[in-house]
Nanobody
Framework: QVQLVESGGGLVQPGGSLRLSCAASGSIFSINTMGWYRHTPGKERDLVAT???????NYADSVKGRFTISRDNAKNTVNLQMNSLKPEDTAVYYC?????????WGQGTQVTVSS
């Protein structure tokens, strides 16, 4: 079993910054990809960013240049630094871990960008 616990969501004004963190525990294998997805009502859960064990990253076009994903392999954590936030970034953000063909999800953390 794998458990993912997110933290760092909240309310921020447009143009502001937030940092999301996720800690993974349980049966973590050395080869995996961690990432962040987000969901807004009426839409599917969308990829925000992913990062492999070796540091290769992938970003949604909508967040490129504003968001930065990073990870600490020794601690099994993944972070998402979000800058220049826009109202359209408002969503529930979910941490994800993919290993050996299985996907694990955190409980989600709300990010609201509003003045």
């Amino acid at each position: 079993q794998v458990q993912l616990v997110e933290s760092g969501g909240g309310l921020v004004q447009p143009g502001g910054s937030l940092r999301l963190s996720c800690a993974a525990s349980g049966s973590i294998f050395s080869i995996n990809t961690m990432g962040w997805y987000r969901h807004t009502p009426g839409k599917e859960r969308d990829l925000v960013a992913t990062i492999t064990k070796y540091g290769s990253t992938n970003y949604a076009d909508s967040v490129k240049g504003r968001f930065t994903i990073s990870r600490d392999n020794a601690k099994n954590t993944v972070n998402l630094q979000m800058n220049s936030l826009k109202p359209e970034d408002t969503a529930v953000y979910y941490c994800n871990l993919l290993q050996r063909g299985f996907a694990y999800w955190g409980q989600g953390t709300q990010v609201t960008v509003s003045s």
